[in-house]
């Protein structure tokens, strides 16, 4: 399965889910800068809705854009399929490298390995798949090395729920 979607597309999907599933996505202004047979990019603004008591970005805002980069292909490939996958996250992890004093880009680059997951879980529906995702967070994506303020690991869980 190949993902079809334009990017302004996919930011009025992500902006209704969050509407409707998770107002949280919404709150922190999330955007998708990204969406490639490469990598997913999304960006999250540092404002007075994002920021902690140190001008910085808040961890609370770091854990949803890492929860946004990890799963939006995901996502976007399980609409397309039209297949009722739930998706959820197994587990998180957090290493905080320096404080993000700008808007943050959260990277994914394991696009390829999520396709495949996705295609698995269809192939094989009521079994449990995970992927652990491994996400940036950088303030600069011309730098990244160099811009890099956090880094992620989320484990994705899918599952196909057939119905008879």
Wanted: charged share 20%; net charge positive; proline share 3%.
């Amino acid at each position: 399965m190949s993902l079809k979607i334009h990017l302004t597309q996919a930011n009025i999907f992500l902006k209704a889910f969050a509407l409707t599933k998770v107002p949280m996505i919404l709150f922190t202004g999330v955007s998708i800068i990204e969406l490639s047979e490469q990598r997913t990019v999304i960006k999250i603004p540092l404002n007075w809705r994002t920021k902690n008591h140190l001008n910085s970005m808040y961890f609370g805002a770091m854990a949803v854009g890492a929860d946004v980069a990890s799963g939006l292909y995901a996502s976007l490939l399980i609409k397309e399929s039209q297949k009722k996958i739930h998706l959820s996250f197994k587990d998180f992890t957090a290493n905080f490298l320096k404080r993000p004093t700008s808007n943050v880009f959260f990277i994914v680059d394991r696009v390829q390995e999520i396709k495949q997951l996705v295609d698995e879980v269809i192939e094989k529906p009521n079994m449990r798949k995970n992927l652990p995702i491994s996400v940036i967070a950088a303030t600069n994506l011309k730098l990244i090395s160099e811009s890099t303020v956090a880094e992620f690991v989320l484990t994705l869980s899918l599952k196909l729920h057939e119905t008879h």
